[in-house]
């Protein structure tokens, strides 16, 4: 039940109030005719008001400072100043000192009271309701932060079981293969590097690093006969060769934090004219991020030692590299990037740290 509180130094007036409210509204009334006797009662200790109406000519102390000072224990409390026609100008000031939620003008229509009685109890219970539901709001929030940093370190923590995972799957193509020592770590510094001067967002950077350090997992089921020939490949053992893509998607491709690594693997080997393999890709059917494993794999191989030949120059692998740019084969804009790393040394320290 809704607690009102009413202040007047004339009993006459309390009482009236008092009898008023009881029968019309379903509220339970308290009064007082002496502010002091009021704050030594201790009754605004005990209760929680949710109304007042207090005089504005008092003994002890005047309605607007003994409303201020109910206000600070009770912050909720809706106040309603009662003034006689002289006193109205200081009432209008104190709405807004003091948040007065009305005044009213004595003497004073009995229906217009009622209504804004409860108008104010209305108010006040709608305000604690909102209040109620910002502070649930606000528990739902931080459970809502707590649960998305526990996800979060959890993906963090697959994320690094992943990685692991993959370096794994990378040594293991690299101990059957006795020449890509190191190759696929290479490879993903590399397209890193081209990756971040191509623009890409952080899980592209991703998938490049991942889908480099794994793009040729597919060799473990090429055979090893035909993986370390010191030689040129006969066009049927080419032909072995050329399965290492389709092989290397389907090992990853039920592992889902690997998806989107799969296209990568897949499709290191096309080129943009569509005279790769396995799909003969065209042009934008190949993505960013493949493109640049793709010419950060082709540059590698050629730079490094392979089992039939000694490593290029830098200059005579680039030279390959443009002359696969100009017979629309490969990207320009990553191969330039490649020309830019080369040119600032910055290619030299990805050598030098791998
Ligand atoms: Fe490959």
Redesign the pocket.
């Known amino acids: 039940m809704s607690k009102i509180l009413i202040i007047d130094d004339e009993v006459m007036i309390t009482t009236t109030l008092a009898t008023l409210i009881e029968m019309m509204l379903d509220y339970e009334v308290f009064t007082s005719n002496n502010p002091k006797d009021l704050i030594e009662s201790g009754l605004l200790d005990r209760e929680k008001i949710d109304l007042v109406i207090s005089d504005f000519i008092m003994p002890y102390m005047n309605g607007l400072e003994l409303l201020s000072l109910i206000k600070e224990k009770q912050p909720n409390i809706v106040p309603i100043l009662l003034t006689g026609y002289s006193d109205k100008e200081s009432a209008i000031k104190s709405i807004n000192d003091l948040g007065l939620y009305y005044y009213l003008e004595k003497p004073w229509d009995n229906n217009e009271l009622i209504k804004i009685i409860q108008n104010g109890i209305d108010k006040a219970r709608l305000e604690d309701e909102l209040k109620h539901k910002l502070v649930v709001i606000e528990k739902k929030n931080t459970e809502i932060s707590r649960l998305y940093e526990l996800l979060r370190r959890d993906y963090d923590k697959e994320m690094d079981n992943v990685l692991e995972f993959i370096i794994s799957l990378s040594n293991l193509v690299e101990a059957k293969d006795a020449y890509t020592d190191n190759h696929t770590r290479r490879v993903a510094d590399l397209a890193i590097a081209l990756g971040r001067m191509s623009q890409l967002n952080k899980q592209q950077l991703r998938n490049v690093e991942i889908g480099a350090m794994i ?2 997992i ?2 473990v089921s090429t055979p090893e006969l035909i993986l370390n020939k010191p030689g040129p490949l006969t066009p049927d053992e080419f032909e072995v060769m050329k399965q ?2 389709e092989a290397g998607a389907k090992v990853i491709k039920p592992i889902s934090a690997l998806e989107n690594a799969t296209a990568l693997v897949l499709s ?2 096309e080129k943009l004219d569509g005279s790769g393999y396995p799909n003969g890709l065209k042009g934008d059917e190949i993505s960013i991020e493949t493109r640049i494993v793709t010419i950060a ?1 082709i540059f590698d191989a050629l730079y490094t030692d392979r089992p039939y030949r000694k490593g290029m120059s830098l200059e005579k692998a680039m030279a390959i590299l443009n002359e696969d740019v100009a017979r629309g084969k490969l990207d320009p804009t990553i191969v330039g990037h490649l020309e830019t790393l080369m040119n600032s040394g910055e290619l030299a320290k990805i050598y030098d740290g791998n």
């Open positions: 793009h040729d597919g060799k290492h893509p290191h080997h794999d």
